[in-house]
């Protein structure tokens, strides 16, 4: 996406952080990472909305600056 222009941003759990910036490195790309708190998967609705709050809170800051 982004050899076409298209800012694209990473949205990954906590636990999942080091194996993305591994990845990155791999291809030589720097990541633009949005952290949330892990798990993802079995959360109830409460939950689930609080990591996508974050995840909100996340890019709309990153895309703001």
Sequence with gaps: MEKRGITA????TETFKPLVLAQ???RKVEPRLIVVK???GGLN???LR???EAA???L???TTK
């Design 9 to 12: 941003y990473v949205i990954a």
């Design 38 to 40: 892990h798990p993802i």
């Design 24 to 26: 990155a490195k791999a």
């Design 45 to 47: 609705a409460e939950e």
């Design 50 to 52: 609080e990591r996508i």
């Design 60 to 62: 709309t800051e990153a």
């Design 56 to 58: 909100t809170r996340g």
